[in-house]
T-cell receptor, first 116, second 113 residues
């Protein structure tokens, strides 16, 4: 079974600054996907970024980028030029593409507050 | 439009009154799953289904039932709700094999008094 750990329950950052959210995971799988999801007060789960484990290149989406360290089983999210609208709960998630059992495992979440 | 639809979005009920939260997807996905979200605990899996008539327990199945009679529907049943089932519930639908896509419902906020 997979486990996902987010060691920072809460974080804050000043508007326009950079913040990094940590995520580590444990798995015996070789092929898998990693995700960061944002959950604003609307509660909707919004995909921020996705990383395929077989790709060495770190994924980027505008102001969001990841530092994927497969050997260390680490998957941190960097938010550059933080904006007030980035205030939300962020979840790291692991997904295996096939096989029995739980395909999708979430971390406990990090609540990010962006301050003006 | 590809989507996962959950109903109801909000529900306040009383202890012991049976309720069903529906989940429907229009993408012909094999895998569907229910999660509950609680502060500090992230999203925990309740039940999942790998295909029609194939369901299995997740990490926190106690007090819940599911069924998968059709591929598109995966209802979550609380036969006798209790206050500790007050939570935010999400249904997820995942295509089988290597696409890396996830689809979530919009969440159902359930309060059991």
């Amino acid at each position: 079974a997979q486990t996902v750990t987010q060691s920072q329950p809460e974080m804050s950052v000043q508007e326009a600054e950079t913040v990094t959210l940590s995520c580590t995971y444990d798995t015996s799988e070789n092929n898998y996907y990693l995700f960061w999801y944002k959950q604003p007060p609307s509660r909707q789960m919004i995909l921020v970024i996705r990383q395929e484990a077989y790709k060495q290149q770190n994924a980027t989406e505008n102001r969001f980028s990841v530092n994927f360290q497969k050997a260390a089983k680490s998957f941190s999210l960097k938010i550059s030029d933080s904006q007030l609208g980035d205030t939300a709960m962020y979840f790291c998630a692991f997904m295996k593409p096939r096989g029995a059992g739980n395909m999708l495992t979430f971390g406990g979440g990090t609540r990010l507050m962006v301050k003006p | 439009e590809a989507q996962v639809t959950q109903n109801p979005r909000y529900l306040i009920t009383v202890t012991g009154k049976k309720l069903t939260v529906t989940c429907s997807q229009n993408m012909n996905h094999e895998y569907m799953s229910w999660y509950r979200q609680d502060p500090g605990l992230g999203l925990r899996q309740i039940y999942y289904s790998m295909n029609v008539e194939v369901t299995d327990k997740g990490d926190v199945p106690e007090g819940y039932k599911v069924s998968r009679k059709e591929k598109r529907n995966f209802p979550l049943i609380l036969e006798s709700p209790s206050p500790n089932q007050t939570s935010l519930y999400f249904c997820a639908s995942i295509p089988w094999g290597g696409t890396g896509e996830l689809f979530f419902g919009e969440g159902s906020r359930l309060t059991v008094l």
